[in-house]
């Protein structure tokens, strides 16, 4: 079940673990909320190497840290950032979210990634915006980029299976940028698939 305004409200405005902060009554529409850009930026660089995903250092030089200001930023075309939102959300265990696009900036020209929020996700998502149009966008700080679909699921997950539990959940609390990381599966399983690229060759 696709949670209406009322369910929104009511879980975003409780005092013992709001779902939004903050929470805005404009940003609410009648089944989702619109999330909005903070102004922190991360761009990423060509830093003129294959990135090896298992490489952290390697990873970690593709971000370059950016601000929106007063003017704005301009979104060129071709270019890929990850924006800072200005909520921080906080999922309870009987939900899940979902941070789809807004129309109006698909149909000019912007991509917003899809992300997917497990239940007991808490943190400030930084949202992936790709500009496939053929002329720059401006960004704005407050700008409403996309918005966030709460559905209640048929059961709660096990104890284990809860984001805020889960030893690899290493974007859970961000409120700061993190770098991509992966887990100790998905490590195994890209080795596992280089090497069997490895064994073709020969």
């Not at 030089?61 to 924006?83: F, M, N």
Request: proline share 5%.
């Amino acid at each position: 079940m696709i949670l209406s305004n009322r369910e929104i409200r009511e879980l975003a405005l409780q005092t013992d673990a709001p779902m939004i902060q903050p929470f805005s009554e404009e940003q609410l529409q009648g089944a989702s909320y619109d999330v909005s850009l903070s102004g922190n930026l991360t761009v990423l660089k060509c830093i003129g190497s294959v990135i090896d995903p298992l490489d952290d250092k390697n990873i970690s030089d593709l971000y370059e840290k950016k601000s929106i200001g007063d003017d704005g930023y301009l979104l060129s075309p071709g270019e890929y950032v990850l924006a800072e939102l200005n909520e921080m959300v906080n999922i309870p265990e009987n939900l899940t979210a979902h941070l789809r696009p807004r129309t109006r900036f698909t149909r000019g020209g912007i991509q917003v990634a899809d992300q997917h929020c497990n239940p007991t996700y808490k943190g400030i998502l930084q949202v992936g915006l790709f500009n496939a149009g053929r002329n720059p966008f401006l960004l704005r700080r407050g700008l409403r980029v996309a918005q966030m679909v709460f559905e209640e699921m048929k059961s709660v997950p096990d104890e284990d299976k809860l984001y805020k539990n889960k030893p690899d959940a290493v974007y859970h609390d961000e409120t700061e940028f993190r770098s991509a990381k992966w887990s100790d599966e998905g490590q195994k399983l890209y080795s596992d698939v280089m090497r069997s690229f490895k064994k073709g060759d020969k």
